[in-house]
């Protein structure tokens, strides 16, 4: 996984037009900037104002561009809140963001008076959880600090250290509270746990809830985003409410989640971003020397994982499907998450052959309509499609990302050049948006997003013609 060219951080510029892409690398600083909090980084101004997991891990891989220790502390504060079990909450909330600022909020989940498990003082977080990035952000500061000087170097060495045991504790966390079947596939229990909240791969599962009575409950989301149309509609929202009440009710204690809970589905995204991240632990525990039964272990997780994957295999869609644990069947949706066995990696020659046709298909990449050949979230030949509504088709930056990262380590060269020169071009159009309407490629959800403007840092900063490749 390691050996990425990256340029040194004063020529954050390559291979679009010098000035254009140094000008794009200042904006994007600037938002991260005031999207500080000191320690950590709010996902976004308003819509978000608290610290979102996954965000972070690919906040961390921005700053490692900027400044490596600043990217480490991202990290550390948000693993500072890691559960007991080893879970590492979905959000730590701001102790000073406004009650009114998001709903759920900390005072509706109640975690520490939930589950023994969370962490019993403020700053709270939920009693969820989200996709795994946070080893991948753990390495790529470590390799940005190798560019660095020696007091650089040794601090990413002492963080690498701190963080290792915290990041075996989250990832057997997952392959064992969340997968006691040792399929190598995570289950969640609610779609924000995905991280892809209302993507019509939950549509099923949430369609066969009978749901309770939530009361009313404030949509403070609604303020900050141009149109409804944005966001999960109000009966989208009466589910996630429900399971969250569903899951207070459990005590948050996963084995009577697992007993009980109505929605639980294998999700193949996430799945397979554990195996990458699985990649990059492995290569932490060989950096700290950790013991050789770890990285056995660690080895092991990935196989497992890829092995569950290879099971999730639809011909038909020639991508992969979730599974619902409830229904018993696997969810017939197309979307990005069916490229899942990419960003997992160790494929068969055949079985990336199939997936990149799918890539390039009319379902994907190849839809005429599209404004920019990236990925729409959703297949826009999926009836379930809406290019304007959150997951149910926008393209998303951080998935832009994934998807490049892991076309570049399958030995895609070509293709995630691509993607990389597309996006940006989207960024350096549109600006730094949490999502784009996949047709007219207008800038949806909030603006200045942290991710975004940290993925546009890791294009900006990645040379894909090092000089010692080019011919003399
Ligand atoms: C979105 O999710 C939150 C709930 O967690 C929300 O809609 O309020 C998702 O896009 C999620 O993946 C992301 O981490 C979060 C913050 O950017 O926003």
Same mark, same amino acid.
């Given at each position: 996984?390691?050996?990425?060219?990256?340029?040194?951080?004063?020529?954050?510029?390559?291979?679009?037009?010098?000035?254009?892409?140094?000008?794009?690398?200042?904006?994007?600083?600037?938002?991260?900037?005031?999207?500080?909090?000191?320690?950590?980084?709010?996902?976004?101004?308003?819509?978000?104002?608290?610290?979102?997991?996954?965000?972070?891990?690919?906040?961390?891989?921005?700053?490692?561009?900027?400044?490596?220790?600043?990217?480490?502390?991202?990290?550390?504060?948000?693993?500072?809140?890691?559960?007991?079990?080893?879970?590492?909450?979905?959000?730590?909330?701001?102790?000073?963001?406004?009650?009114?600022?998001?709903?759920?909020?900390?005072?509706?989940?109640?975690?520490?008076?939930?589950?023994?498990?969370?962490?019993?003082?403020?700053?709270?977080?939920?009693?969820?959880?989200?996709?795994?990035?946070?080893?991948?952000?753990?390495?790529?500061?470590?390799?940005?600090?190798?560019?660095?000087?020696?007091?650089?170097?040794?601090?990413?060495?002492?963080?690498?250290?701190?963080?290792?045991?915290?990041? &075996?504790?989250?990832?057997?966390?997952?392959?064992?509270?969340?997968?006691?079947?040792?399929?190598?596939?995570?289950?969640?229990?609610?779609?924000?746990?995905?991280?892809?909240?209302?993507?019509?791969?939950?549509?099923?599962?949430?369609?066969?809830?009978? +749901?309770?009575?939530?009361?009313?409950?404030?949509?403070?989301?609604?303020?900050? +985003?141009?149109?409804?149309?944005?966001?999960?509609?109000?009966?989208?929202?009466?589910?996630? !409410?429900?399971?969250?009440?569903?899951?207070?009710?459990?005590?948050?204690?996963?084995?009577?989640?697992?007993?009980?809970?109505?929605?639980?589905?294998?999700? +193949?995204?996430?799945?397979?971003?554990?195996?990458?991240?699985?990649?990059?632990?492995?290569?932490?525990?060989?950096?700290?020397?950790?013991?050789?039964?770890?990285?056995?272990?660690?080895?092991?997780?990935?196989?497992?994982?890829?092995?569950?994957?290879?099971?999730?295999?639809?011909?038909?869609?020639?991508?992969?499907?979730?599974?619902?644990?409830?229904?018993?069947?696997?969810?017939?949706?197309?979307?990005?998450?069916?490229?899942?066995?990419?960003?997992?990696?160790?494929?068969?020659?055949?079985? &990336?052959?199939?997936?990149?046709?799918?890539?390039?298909?009319?379902?994907?990449?190849?839809?005429?309509?599209?404004?920019?050949?990236?990925?729409?979230?959703?297949?826009?030949?999926?009836?379930?499609?809406?290019?304007?509504?959150?997951?149910?088709?926008?393209?998303?930056?951080?998935?832009?990302? !994934?998807?490049?990262?892991?076309?570049?380590?399958?030995?895609?060269?070509?293709?995630?050049?691509?993607?990389?020169?597309?996006?940006?071009?989207?960024?350096? +159009?549109?600006?730094?948006?949490?999502?784009?309407?996949?047709?007219?490629?207008?800038?949806?959800?909030?603006?200045?997003?942290?991710?975004?403007?940290?993925?546009?840092?890791?294009?900006?900063?990645?040379?894909?013609?090092?000089?010692?490749?080019?011919?003399?």
């Amino acid at each position: 996984m390691r050996g990425h060219d990256y340029r040194g951080r004063d020529s954050l510029s390559h291979s679009a037009p010098r000035e254009a892409s140094a000008k794009l690398a200042l904006k994007a600083n600037d938002v991260l900037r005031r999207n500080d909090m000191g320690g950590w980084t709010k996902a976004a101004p308003e819509l978000y104002p608290h610290q979102w997991s996954w965000d972070s891990a690919f906040i961390a891989i921005g700053l490692a561009h900027l400044d490596t220790r600043c990217a480490a502390r991202e990290l550390e504060t948000l693993f500072a809140h890691q559960w007991k079990t080893g879970k590492v909450p979905h959000i730590v909330f701001n102790e000073e963001a406004p009650p009114e600022s998001y709903f759920p909020g900390p005072e509706h989940w109640a975690c520490a008076a939930t589950s023994p498990d969370a962490p019993p003082a403020p700053p709270y977080t939920s009693c969820l959880s989200q996709p795994p990035v946070h080893a991948i952000g753990a390495l790529r500061i470590w390799e940005a600090a190798q560019r660095g000087s020696e007091d650089e170097i040794l601090a990413a060495n002492s963080f690498l250290k701190g963080i290792y045991p915290r990041l &075996l504790s989250w990832h057997r966390y997952l392959l064992t509270y969340r997968d006691p079947e040792r399929s190598g596939l995570v289950t969640i229990y609610h779609p924000w746990g995905s991280g892809t909240d209302n993507s019509p791969r939950w549509d099923a599962p949430l369609e066969a809830l009978e +749901v309770g009575d939530v009361g009313p409950y404030p949509r403070h989301d609604l303020q900050h +985003v141009g149109s409804p149309s944005q966001r999960p509609t109000n009966a989208e929202y009466d589910r996630y !409410l429900w399971l969250v009440n569903l899951i207070k009710r459990a005590g948050c204690d996963e084995a009577t989640i697992y007993e009980t809970h109505p929605f639980l589905v294998k999700d +193949v995204l996430t799945s397979a971003i554990l195996v990458a991240a699985n990649e990059a632990l492995l290569e932490i525990a060989d950096l700290v020397g950790a013991p050789e039964e770890e990285q056995a272990l660690i080895a092991e997780w990935m196989a497992r994982g890829r092995q569950g994957l290879e099971g999730c295999w639809d011909a038909e869609f020639g991508s992969c499907l979730d599974y619902d644990l409830r229904a018993g069947r696997p969810l017939r949706v197309r979307t990005v998450a069916g490229f899942a066995p990419l960003i997992a990696g160790g494929l068969r020659r055949e079985r &990336l052959g199939a997936l990149l046709e799918t890539f390039d298909s009319t379902a994907f990449l190849g839809h005429r309509g599209l404004r920019w050949p990236l990925p729409p979230s959703t297949s826009p030949e999926d009836p379930r499609f809406k290019p304007r509504s959150y997951w149910r088709g926008p393209t998303w930056p951080v998935v832009n990302w !994934l998807f490049w990262w892991s076309l570049l380590r399958v030995g895609e060269h070509e293709r995630a050049e691509e993607l990389r020169r597309t996006a940006l071009d989207q960024l350096a +159009v549109r600006g730094f948006g949490e999502y784009f309407d996949p047709f007219t490629g207008q800038l949806l959800g909030s603006a200045n997003q942290s991710w975004t403007a940290a993925v546009a840092l890791d294009w900006l900063a990645y040379d894909p013609a090092p000089e010692e490749n080019l011919p003399s």
